[in-house]
C-alpha cells in the first residue's frame, strides 16, 4: 500500500547535537517530498521540499534533507540544533498522477535538552 | 504568516450541533485543500476545490460538506457533530489545481462537548 511513514514517535536531543529525523515512503513512483514542522498551537510551516535534481536540498532554518531513491527516504538533518527547534516535524508527499493532495506522515516530535 | 487565514481560531460546540468553518486562500490562489488533524487519525485530507469545483475527495465523512464560492475562499460545514470530530482543521491553498505546493492557515481548533 502507498504510504509515508515516520518510524520515530519521539527523539530527545541537547542543544547543540546534531538531528535526524527519518522518513520514508511507499510509492511506486517517487513522490514529490516534503517536510513541515508545526510548532505548539500553530500551523505548518514548509521547511523544504523534494521534486526532482540534486537529491541534496536545502531548506529554511538550517534544515537539509536528503533524497536516496533505493532505500525510498528523504531524511531530514540539522547540523546543530537549537532549543527553538523543538516542535513537531512531518513528512509529507504528494503521490504521483494524485490530485496533488498531501499524504503525511504520523510526525515525529522533537524535544531540546538545555 | 502564509496569507492563508481562517476563522474562527478556536470553536466549542455541543454534539449534534453543525459548525462552518471558513478559509480565505492566499490572494490569486485558485485551490484550497482541507486537511483534518486528530489525536487518533493525525493529519488528513479531506477535500479538495479549484476555482469552485470539487477536485478530490479523501477521507471525508457524509456529515462533512465543503464549497469554494466566485470569491474563491472555502467554507467546510460539519454537521450532527460527535465527540470524535474534535480536531484541529486545517485549510491550506495553492495557485492551481496542478501546484506542488500548499500554503497552510493557523487551523480552527474544534472542541465538540
Known amino acids: 500500500a502507498q504510504s509515508v511513514t515516520q518510524p520515530d514517535i519521539h527523539i530527545t536531543v541537547s542543544e547543540g547535537a546534531s538531528l535526524e529525523l527519518r522518513c520514508n515512503y511507499s510509492y511506486g513512483a517517487t513522490p514529490y517530498l516534503f517536510w513541515y514542522v508545526q510548532s505548539p498551537g500553530q500551523g505548518l510551516q514548509l521547511l523544504l521540499k523534494?521534486?526532482?535534481?540534486?537529491?541534496l536540498v536545502q531548506g529554511i532554518k538550517g534544515f537539509e534533507a536528503e533524497f536516496k531513491r533505493s532505500q525510498s527516504s528523504f531524511n531530514l538533518r540539522k547540523p546543530s540544533v537549537h532549543w527553538s527547534d523543538a516542535a513537531e516535524y512531518f513528512c509529507?508527499?504528494?503521490?504521483?498522477?494524485?490530485?496533488?493532495?498531501?499524504?503525511f506522515g504520523s510526525g515525529t516530535q522533537l524535544t531540546v535538552l538545555p | 504568516d502564509s496569507g492563508v487565514t481562517q476563522t474562527p481560531k478556536h470553536l466549542i460546540t455541543a454534539t449534534g450541533q453543525r459548525v462552518t468553518l471558513r478559509c480565505s486562500p492566499r490572494?490569486?490562489?485558485?485551490?484550497v485543500y482541507w486537511y483534518q488533524q486528530s489525536l487518533d487519525q493525525g493529519l488528513q485530507f479531506l477535500i479538495h476545490y479549484y476555482n469552485g469545483e470539487e477536485r478530490a475527495k479523501g477521507n471525508i465523512l457524509e456529515r462533512f460538506s465543503a464549497q469554494q464560492f466566485p470569491d474563491l475562499h472555502s467554507e467546510l460545514n460539519l454537521s450532527s457533530l460527535e465527540l470524535g470530530d474534535s480536531a484541529l482543521y486545517f485549510c491550506?491553498?495553492?495557485?492551481?489545481?496542478?501546484?506542488?505546493?500548499?500554503?497552510f492557515g493557523p487551523g480552527t481548533r474544534l472542541t465538540v462537548t
Open positions: 491550506a491553498s495553492s495557485p492551481s489545481g496542478d501546484s506542488r505546493e500548499q500554503y
Open positions: 509529507a508527499v504528494v503521490a504521483p498522477g494524485s490530485a496533488r493532495q498531501l499524504t
Open positions: 490572494s490569486g490562489d485558485l485551490s
Open positions: 523534494y521534486f526532482s535534481g540534486d537529491t
